[in-house]
């Protein structure tokens, strides 16, 4: 059964949502990201996705002060991404309380080192974030569109190892105008082994049920929920 992941955005301390991964395009929902967890976590959410976009902006961890917060005040089970890019940053998030490390861009750019993460860590505690747009990889907070499709990302990562991949379609992203359901279909029938996690444009409740009818394994929501387009009161049978 699928997964509900809620989603905090964290820049320049606060809790926001951007369109597309747009800095300029913001709105803060929250002055104190612990508050926000706090709130889903009263909710009965289990999974927590925690984003810093500071870090994915400026290539290494900065956020991490409000991730040992939310570790150490709830009992959420938290990914985190945004910024991993040495193994100082890796070590941070999983010190600073993190169950699970969200890593895309290293793995396009310097894949030896994440192999080396994989290696060291398990795949249990490693998600492959493969965000694309157009179908090709994107890196670098978004800012940079790769010649990688998806299937060849993946194809190269499932003989790494790779068990849990989150893919986000940009296109999407913070749009609240539907997911892309055909897309994470293909990606459960290609990579039956994998555990896909989709991410970008979720605005219903029958969104969750188709992607999971699907097969996903998880499904992050954001601004829906923000919104108040999805209720978590809808969805408990998915927590």
Known sequence: MITIIPAIDILDGKCVRLEQGDYLNKKIYNEDPLDAARRFEEQGVKRLHVVDLDGARDSHVVNYTALERIAL????????????????????????????????????????????????????KIILAADIKDGN?????????????????????????????????????????????????????????????ASGGISSADEIKKLDEAGVAGAIIGKALYEGRIRLDELKEYF
């Open 137 to 197: 990889i994107a890196v670098l907070g978004w800012t940079k569109v790769t010649e990688i499709t998806l299937n060849e990302f993946l194809h190269y990562y499932k003989c790494m190892g790779i068990q849990q991949v989150l893919c986000t379609d940009i296109s999407k992203d913070g749009l609240m105008l539907g997911s892309s359901i055909d897309l994470y279909k293909s990606m459960v029938t290609e990579f039956p082994l994998m555990k896909i996690i």
């Open 73 to 124: 005040k709830t009992s959420l089970v938290v990914d985190f991404g945004g910024g991993i890019k040495s193994d100082s940053d890796l070590k941070l998030v999983f010190d600073c309380g993190a169950a699970i490390a969200v890593i895309g861009s290293i793995a396009v750019t310097e894949r030896d080192l994440f192999q080396d993460w994989l290696f060291a860590y398990g795949p249990e």
